[in-house]
């Protein structure tokens, strides 16, 4: 069902899409310009949660050394191989938060060239930039949006460095993407209405997920539910979860899984059977429910984080009706100075 | 206050520190092997926390690239830096997880070198690996032995590949940690006993820290309260408590701040004076308040996790008596299987 609104909303998700060609440009310039380039990942706050798969398909699919960074560490220790050679992409909505403007800074001055990622072109992480890709963000898509845009840059890195697949295969199967974001829109909403009533009732959840969509997982429990629903969370790997979580599961323990298309699945799928066991408040959200059967394997597994999160902004914008609690609704945020 | 037994421990504490010389040889000899040499730390489970420092120390000191891998992760996704011209460490108290054989296995078949760290020489990962250094480990010291093996490891890559002090300069001063750690047990078990009365009363802890004593926090969190005394916690590095746990606070949500001597602390300085601001029930752990005078600065920073470890050491052992739940007893880990 398309209204004008939907297509708006589609030309929104697609933003980072139109942009592919130049970072892929950027990238393959500077991979050519230095033999021993290396990428940074640098951020501050959960919207760098939301590069980590794009870090991590660097860090596996291709040779180039890759460094994930919080800012503030960075900014306080350094990094020796932060330099002349170094890439480094920064995503911020606001384009003013002060630890990823030292952080920027900081990077300028080893040398390192710097593409940034705001919804704001006027602001400091958007002007002090080698490279700014601006773009409309707001709370209900931004999530998306970052994962598309870390998701070409990591799939630019890899295509340029001579891994994986060619970069204008990928460039030509994402396309498909920002449509079908639009439609698990719609065919999730009554789904996603009983999750959100499921978690209404809760005053503690435990969340797991495994590779790709981990970050998603760690994201939504701490970034929407603590922050903005004062739920409380235990995001846990999957990987980690039978090495201490699992002791904390009763009968009654609530717990979500969150699955992806990736190779780490059934490291979820052995967490949400072990929990199905012993508690009778288990929920899975899977991307697989909202298959796209259009797009390759490969690709499945790549948006799988995407996918999930567009699920749970459907999710989000239930629960803060029927919690009464509005997502914007804060006790100290921008509230008090700290 | 040295007995017997606790020359004993201080033997113990030393065990990879009389390795030393031999893993800088090691590393020495497989950078000069492979100009195109990495490094991989693989592992399963909490003992996988103990290595972080260490990835942490190589990746921002050293230009060798660095790669931290959960073994089930590694083994399901594969990563296209793995081969001849890895180097891999890996702990295993037992020696024998399946996920960590697996993931040795399949290093071993990509045609990586691989060091392991055991408590059981006999053990498949002890006897399928190119070397391994067998260690008397039992729970009251692991943490603080993993650690220092692993920094003797880092301290190792660093320096053979020409960064940093020079390895016996670090060599030299590390020897002072073990008769160190022996005197913090002493020194600080009052202080314990206080901090485990304070733990013993929660039903949910907030954990936070930052830098290299972020992973500790992480652990003791997680493989301790959670798994061992089933208490409900919530680890958060202090990079990121900001950005969502924050918002949780409430004049009497316990938190429990960890701070080292690195240069992250002002990171955990920031969360703990916020902390001290919304709530009455803060306490801190500071590895400072057991500083060894006679450690360079660098070296204070760098036994952080390993000077907490051993104050959590005696927090636990007061813990398990107060609340009459031996840290051996477990729901469902190794009781059923899964």
């Known amino acids: 069902m398309l209204t004008s609104t939907s297509n708006d909303l589609e030309a929104v998700y697609r933003q980072p899409l139109s942009h592919s060609r130049q970072i892929f440009e950027v990238v393959s310039q500077h991979l050519q310009n230095h033999p021993d380039a290396n990428i940074f990942i640098l951020g501050a706050g959960g919207v760098q949660f939301l590069t980590q798969p794009a870090y ?21 220790r350094g990094n020796i191989n932060l330099g002349y050679r170094s ?3 920064m995503p911020s909505v606001s384009g003013t938060t002060s630890e990823a403007i030292e952080a920027l800074r900081h990077a300028e001055n080893q040398g390192a060239s710097v593409v940034t990622f705001t919804g704001n072109p006027d602001s400091p992480i958007a002007t002090e930039a080698d490279f700014n890709y601006a773009m409309s963000l707001d709370d209900s898509t931004s999530s998306e949006i ?12 890899v295509s340029a460095s001579g891994s ?3 970069f204008s295969t990928f460039a030509e199967e994402i396309e498909a993407v920002p449509s079908a974001l639009m439609d698990i829109r ?6 996603a209405l009983s999750v959100a009533h499921w978690l209404s009732r809760r005053d503690y959840v435990m969340f ?22 004062w739920i ?38 052995r967490a949400e059977n072990f929990a199905h066991r012993i508690s009778s408040e288990v929920i899975t ?34 629960l803060e009706v029927i919690r009464d609690h509005p997502l914007t609704t804060r006790r100290y945020y921008k509230v008090i100075d700290y």
């Open 186 to 191: 719609d065919s999730y909403d009554d789904q």
């Open 285 to 318: 959200l899977d991307s697989g429910a909202a298959l796209v059967p259009s797009l390759s394997t490969e690709m499945q597994a790549d948006v799988s984080p995407i996918v999930l999160a567009t699920m749970l902004e459907r999710v989000s914008s239930h």
């Open 208 to 229: 797991t997920g495994a590779g790709n969509v981990w970050p998603e997982t760690h994201y939504y429990a701490m970034c929407i539910l603590e922050e903005m629903q």
């Open 87 to 89: 890439l480094v992409f």
């Open 146 to 157: 970052f994962y598309l845009a870390f998701l070409v840059v990591a799939q630019a890195v």
């Open 56 to 76: 991590d398909l660097i860090r596996t699919r291709s040779r180039v050394p890759v460094f994930y960074e919080m800012g503030a560490e960075l900014v306080k």
């Open 232 to 269: 409380r969370t235990r995001p846990v790997h999957a990987s980690d979860f039978f090495h201490g979580a699992l002791e904390l599961l009763e009968d009654d323990t609530p717990v979500v899984i969150m699955k992806g298309q990736d190779a780490a699945r059934p490291i979820a799928d």
């Open 164 to 166: 994986g697949r060619p």
